[in-house]
Nanobody, 127 residues
Framework: QLQLVESGGGLVQPGGSLRLSCTASGDTLDVYAVGWLRQGPGVGPGVGREGVSCINQSGTTPNYEDSVKGRFTISRDDDKRTVYLQMNNLKPGDTGIYYC????????????????WGQGTQVTVSS
């Protein structure tokens, strides 16, 4: 069964950058579309996570939520079983727990649905 582990979160000042990584084990990653979603601070467990970006199996069709277009870039390296989210010009509104998720479906939709989830990594944008 596919397992996902996120890394790369942390505290950064507004305007700064972070690169998140999502590393897979238990299966090859190249048959999965992979997405990044986030849950902002103070959002209750019953509220859905916000889709940020996703990438299809071939890596040719990345999709982004409007507020991150031009600032975030998603990419994948299937040899390393890793998907990356490069986040530039970070804003306080980007603060939250970022989750990596995957689904064995052709193409990708930012909002999902997804079948496999990581545990999340905290991103805090604050001065």
């Amino acid at each position: 069964q596919l397992q996902l582990v996120e890394s790369g979160g942390g505290l950064v000042q507004p305007g700064g950058s972070l690169r998140l990584s999502c590393t897979a084990s238990g299966d090859t990653l190249d048959v999965y579309a992979v997405g990044w979603l986030r849950q902002g601070p103070g959002v209750g467990p019953g509220v859905g996570r916000e889709g940020v970006s996703c990438i299809n199996q071939s890596g040719t069709t990345p999709n982004y939520e409007d507020s991150v277009k031009g600032r975030f870039t998603i990419s994948r390296d299937d040899d390393k079983r890793t998907v990356y989210l490069q986040m530039n010009n970070l804003k306080p509104g980007d603060t939250g727990i970022y989750y990596c998720a995957a689904v064995k479906r052709l193409g990708c939709r930012v909002a999902g649905p997804y079948d496999y989830w990581g545990q999340g990594t905290q991103v805090t944008v604050s001065s």
